[in-house]
């Protein structure tokens, strides 16, 4: 025994707490796919052939628009290389599995309603869910957002949420429910409270819930900390994701209406906030919405879709791999964005990524940071169904190992 490992031994002692800690508050990334978007539908319109339904006025507005590859990359203003490459890709994806995540919303999208009125709404929805998860033409992943904590909505948003689940029943898989408009730390303690009141009456496994950005208030607190952090860890494990709202954020900062944006300085600001806060912990990233919607005339609609296209592809750039939908005729513009963008990366990726495994002389020195950070990049690539294992040449398996190598251990 030298001197060195007695030393050892007291730094072991002394970072006990400490690396107990940090693994604790970051165990890496979240295993498991994450969806590449969120749409949202207000709870009134909402019933068991929603995702079917979205899906085939999805495929109206596209063989209206962009009948075929070179008619939409005309109205996107794309080369037509990579729009002829996920079309038929995009068409399949349109069929099979048009929506990822659905969220039945009682908030913005539904309104302020008498009572007697939501509750039957929330009934009815909870039943549609239920009947289209027996029926097999639900999302992969879906659930509520109800009305936010604060104390004008405090007692309708729990009614709502009570009611939606104790008709369902047991939650599918996949399911989450939002809390919005989140001002403070403690609201999310407090749904951590109401998630556990509820397991206990319903008898359903545990709830996880999403927390939605779309308050100064969540960026910086009174005491001028980044109360979003915080919220992350007094979450107890159940936030699986933080959801930037584009304009109640924008709003509630002063901007007006004509330059409220996804790409407004402010926004891009919140959402860097969002992605410190959440590097390393498991909990996922959603950017938000354009409320320019693909509709009216076809100079209206195409100019929508460009729009679209190119905010999905920036979200994308920079690390933000999910985004809300609000209306059909997004989702073949996020799927060609989306499409596009993992398609481009693949081939180079998939290589670099062959290199460091087989320890290859090249012009990159890759650490296992980068190895994570690739072998990510394929796996949402695969989840989506922008690319095929064939086309990656790296087995799956060995792929998720990478992906989700805990950064506590790193």
Known sequence: MTALDDLADELDARL?????RLRASYPGEAVGRQPVHTVYVPADRYDADTVPGLGRQAKVVLAEYGGTAPELAEALGLEPG??????DRVRAKLDREPVEDLRIDFEDGYGNRPDAEEDAAAQAAAKALASSVAAGNGSPFCGIRFKSFEAPTRRRGLRTLDVFLETLGPPPAG???????VTSVDQVEAMVLVAERLEQALGIDRLRFEIQVETPQSILGADGTALVARMIHAAASRCSGLHYGTYDYSAACGIVAAYQSMEHPAADHAKAVMQVAAAGTGVQLS????NVLPVGDADAVRAAWRLHVRLVRRSLERGFYQGWDLHAAQLPTRYIATYAFYRE?????AARLRDYLGRAE??????????QALAGFLCRGLDCGAVDESEVGIERALLDGLARRATAQS
């Not at 006990?16 to 107990?20: G, I, K, P, V």
């Not at 399911?175 to 408009?181: A, G, I, R, S």
């Open 82 to 87: 990579p729009v002829a490459d996920v079309y």
């Open 362 to 371: 090249t012009g990159f020195l890759d650490e296992p940071a980068t190895a």
């Open 345 to 349: 990366g693949v081939p180079a990726a």
């Open 175 to 181: 399911f989450v429910v939002t809390l919005p408009k």
């Open 287 to 290: 950017d938000g919405s354009t």
């Open 16 to 20: 006990a707490t400490a690396d107990q």
